[in-house]
């Protein structure tokens, strides 16, 4: 594998992923009105003002909707990472996905080239959803903006790692859309999407622990304090940690020697 053919993949790839996102308008509309429904509808329900330790044991007071902010974004990642794997799927019932991985090129790159594909298109989503927060008192630092990028691509190539993973488990369109919801929801709700750890412990100890253990906690967390012009390095370091495990786990997966679909009899 050279750097040219290399790239050239990257590019196809890409361009494939984004046609398909465009193309289908309804993906994109429902990418968008699932967290601006939360943000508008459910925030104003609970509109308050939180006390929120950026860097202990400062507090920064924000909204509520501003609190919340950062869990929109990653909900919007987990879907996307969820939908791009089930797009795999699909892919593999009707036979193109042979066509990708019997390529020259190693397994792994495809794989890999197939998740920057998704973060690609969700990072589109998330900046208009930003957008039109905005207008709804949602204004972090402008400097936020750009700190933010590097938290979104990491977080979202943990959560479509994340998809992949289950998606080489799974041999059937149906059976991966049941598992999507099985996994999306409890990641969302045990989280700190919704209300800080600290205040969730006050309640109940076994879901503080439930969500700190939660990958998708991380990964909010992670996404937050870039928001705000902070670095969380234990969210970092975990949501990395995720990423390179949920990925291994995904290319041995779909390795036809060592994977999991050819011992159930599925080609790939």
């Known amino acids: 594998m050279n750097k040219a053919h ?5 590019k196809g790839i890409v361009v494939r992923e984004s046609l398909r996102f465009l193309n289908q ?27 929120v330790s950026i860097i202990p044991p400062y507090q920064t007071y924000i909204l509520y909707e501003e609190y919340i ?9 987990l879907f996307n990472g969820m939908q791009s794997s ?19 090129l190693p397994r792994w790159y495809l794989l890999f080239c197939k998740l920057l594909a998704g973060v690609a298109v969700a990072l589109l989503q998330v900046y208009i959803f930003l957008l039109i927060a905005w207008f709804w ?10 700190l933010l990028a590097p938290a979104l691509i990491l977080s ?28 999306i929801f409890p990641m969302f709700f045990a989280s700190s999407a919704l209300y800080p750890l600290w205040r969730i412990r ?45 990925l291994a786990i995904a290319i041995i ?7 999991f679909l050819p011992r159930k009899g599925v080609a790939t």
């Open 6 to 10: 290399a790239l050239y993949c990257l």
């Open 25 to 51: 308008r309804g993906r994109f509309f429902s990418a968008l009105v699932r967290p601006l429904v939360w943000l508008f509808i459910f925030a104003a329900g609970f509109r308050s003002v939180l006390g």
């Open 69 to 77: 902010t950062p869990g929109l974004l990653g909900m919007i990642l």
């Open 86 to 104: 089930l797009s795999m799927v699909y892919d593999r019932e009707m036979g193109s996905m042979r066509l990708l991985l019997v390529s020259p």
């Open 137 to 146: 008192e949602v204004r972090p630092p402008i400097g936020g903006y750009f």
């Open 156 to 183: 979202g190539l943990m959560l479509g790692s994340l998809g992949l993973m289950l998606s080489s488990f799974v041999k059937q369109l149906e059976n991966f859309a049941g598992v999507m919801n099985f996994v």
């Open 202 to 246: 006050d309640s109940s100890e076994l879901l503080y622990w439930i969500g700190f253990l939660n990958p998708f906690t991380h990964a909010i967390e992670l996404i937050r304090f870039s928001l705000y012009l902070q670095f969380n390095w234990q969210a970092a370091l975990a949501v990395l940690f995720c990423t390179l495990g949920f």
């Open 253 to 259: 997966g779909y390795d036809p020697l060592r994977g």
